[in-house]
């Protein structure tokens, strides 16, 4: 089966870093993906890791552990507008499909 | 460059009502999918499709039909409302080249079933 699990909610500072954590348990694993979702709005794609080690883009880096099981998602010099939801999603090969599980996500809120 | 179109954004149902959501997306994307999205229970797969007249079933498929007669659009039918489906539907499609392609989402249908 497939379970992705994330905390619930966090709240950081502005101008501060935060880690946001995703730990999973797939049947089959093709990579990893961190989108953003403010409210109301539709998710939007932020990084993609498929080796293990760090992404950087930006303010906003990824990594992953695969023997592990694990990924984070790192915000550098937090401002307001990064106040959103942040979904982790592992992609896992099924037949000719790249199927795509999605955590439940962690609302991070940015306080000044 | 509209993307992923999603129509229509809004939708009050009575229970037992049928009703489609429309999902429209000019990238050329073999793959689409849906998903709904609830409190506390993350996006979850109802309906995908890797290509024109090929779909499958996904996580939670009960009570919705689809149908991919061309690559761009991807409807999904409600065939009798119930107030469980009550739930922000999102459309989304991606490019089947390389596991790394991401997935792109239109703005979302906001259900509601009475």
């Known amino acids: 089966g497939q379970n992705i699990d994330q905390p619930t909610e966090m709240t950081a500072t502005e101008g501060a870093i935060v880690q946001i954590n995703c730990t999973y348990q797939?049947?089959?694993?093709?990579?990893l993906f961190w989108y953003q979702q403010h409210a109301g709005e539709a998710p939007t794609f932020l990084s993609y890791?498929?080796?293990?080690g760090l992404e950087e883009k930006g303010r906003f880096s990824s990594f992953l552990s695969r023997s592990k099981g694990y990924s984070y998602l790192l915000l550098k010099e937090l401002q307001m507008k990064d106040s959103a939801s942040y979904l982790c999603?592992?992609?896992?090969?099924?037949?000719?499909?790249?199927?795509?599980?999605f955590g439940t996500g962690t609302k991070l809120q940015v306080i000044p | 460059n509209a993307g992923v179109t999603q129509t229509p954004k809004f939708q009050v149902l009575k229970t037992g009502q049928s009703m489609t959501l429309q999902c429209a997306q000019d990238?050329?994307?073999?793959?689409m999918s849906w998903y709904r999205q609830d409190p506390g229970m993350g996006l979850r797969l109802i309906h995908y499709?890797?290509?024109?007249?090929?779909?499958d079933q996904g996580e939670v498929p009960n009570g919705y039909n689809v149908s991919r007669s061309t690559t761009e659009d991807f409807p999904l039918r409600l065939l009798s409302a119930a107030p469980s489906q009550t739930s922000v539907y999102f459309c989304?499609?991606?490019?089947?080249?390389?596991?790394?392609?991401?997935?792109?989402f239109g703005d979302g249908t906001r259900l509601s079933i009475l």
């Open positions: 989304a499609s991606s490019y089947s080249g390389g596991a790394g392609q991401p997935q792109h």
């Open positions: 797939t049947s089959g694993f093709n990579g």
């Open positions: 890791n498929v080796l293990d």
């Open positions: 999603a592992v992609r896992d090969p099924v037949g000719g499909y790249q199927k795509v599980t």
């Open positions: 990238m050329n994307h073999e793959y």
């Open positions: 499709s890797v290509g024109a007249g090929i779909t």
